[in-house]
């Protein structure tokens, strides 16, 4: 049986997560993990559809680590939003 115990907590302006080791010395460990989020275009006439890139905390993709395939449906993404999908949103994904 362990006696270690782990907290999780979000921390927003670095966008990254911080977990809390303690141990039965109590000593406290500090490990950051990168949090994963997404820019997500979601289609406005048919919900379960749409896209999404990876991007940072504040949504900027980076273009040179997506697929030419991948950056054609961003650009197409970016020039149909109102028309056929909403304004993108940052989801973090876990």
């Known amino acids: 049986m362990s006696t270690d ?43 379960g559809r749409g896209y999404a890139f990876p991007c940072d905390a504040k949504g900027h993709v980076d273009l040179d680590h997506l697929s030419e395939h991948g950056r054609d449906n961003y650009f197409y993404a970016r020039a149909v939003v109102g028309n056929e999908l909403s304004l993108p949103l940052v989801a973090l994904v876990d």
């Open 5 to 47: 115990e782990f907290d999780s907590a979000q921390t927003p302006r670095h966008g990254a997560r911080t977990v809390v080791h303690r141990t039965m010395n109590n000593a406290i460990a500090f490990v950051a993990l990168e949090a994963h989020y997404e820019l997500r275009f979601v289609n406005l006439f048919n919900r």
